[in-house]
């Protein structure tokens, strides 16, 4: 199978602007989580997505903001830039069973400056 | 929220099994255990999950005791490609679940 893609991998934009960045599952596989990783703050999770729904959300501005599609593809958005947003924003999918017992797979993630 | 705890950082040399622990004094009945992998600038990896007693894969050993407030991943022969940051993650999906990743224990295996 293949793994979770991310695109692009690397973005450079300048304060203010915005961001889209976008996820593909694996297949057959419903959840999608998004965390952004500094050196400061580690690994952080944002929000998860599941069956297009926003099950979970982070401790992050509302400047975060994501959505899942019926094909469980998933995008997260990042509305005006501030200089502490450069990160690595990871995504990772993950088949939930009935149990509870849940696998998280990670893409490659995206490196993301912000200037 | 199981909060997790590990030692900060590990030293090792190629061939010797490494042992890293991680503390989760309250987890909860219904969580599993996670161990990752990431290298610099990269996703995480998955390395191993369980629930109670002993799960051994292809690349590691996980080790829970009865009571299931710690876990310890065995890394049997190192070596160098296995310089990494190894996070441990309790959970379980559904209802508020948060994943809280700690900081992680960085292994560095010497020559």
């Known amino acids: 199978k293949a793994g979770v893609t991310q695109t692009p991998r690397y973005l450079i934009k300048t304060r203010g602007q915005q961001v889209t960045l976008s996820c593909s599952p694996i297949?057959?596989?419903?959840?999608v989580s998004w965390y952004q990783q500094t050196p400061g703050q580690g690994l952080q999770f944002l929000f998860e997505?599941?069956?297009?729904?926003?099950?979970n959300k982070g401790n992050f501005p509302g400047r975060f903001s994501g959505r899942q599609f019926s094909n469980s593809r998933s995008e997260m958005n990042v509305s005006t830039l501030e200089l502490g947003d450069s990160a690595l924003y990871l995504c990772?999918?993950?088949?939930?069973?009935?149990?509870?017992?849940?696998?998280?797979?990670f893409g490659p993630g995206t490196r993301l400056l912000v200037l | 929220l199981a909060k997790t705890t590990q030692p900060i950082s590990m030293d090792s040399y190629e061939g010797q099994e490494v042992n890293i622990t991680c503390s989760h004094n309250n987890i909860a009945t219904n969580d599993y255990i996670t161990w990752y992998q990431q290298f610099p600038s990269q996703g995480p990896r998955f390395i191993i999950q369980?629930?109670?007693t002993k799960v051994t894969n292809e690349v590691a050993s996980l080790f829970i005791p009865a009571d299931r407030k710690s876990s310890t991943l065995s890394l049997p022969r190192v070596s160098l490609s296995d310089t990494a940051v190894y996070y441990c993650?309790?959970?379980?999906?559904?209802?508020?679940?948060?994943?809280?990743f700690g900081r992680g224990t960085s292994l560095i295996v010497h020559p």
């Open positions: 369980g629930y109670k």
């Open positions: 993650l309790v959970g379980a999906s559904g209802g508020s679940y948060i994943p809280t």
């Open positions: 997505y599941f069956s297009e729904t926003q099950r």
């Open positions: 297949s057959g596989h419903r959840s």
């Open positions: 990772a999918s993950s088949l939930v069973k009935s149990s509870g017992q849940e696998t998280q797979y």
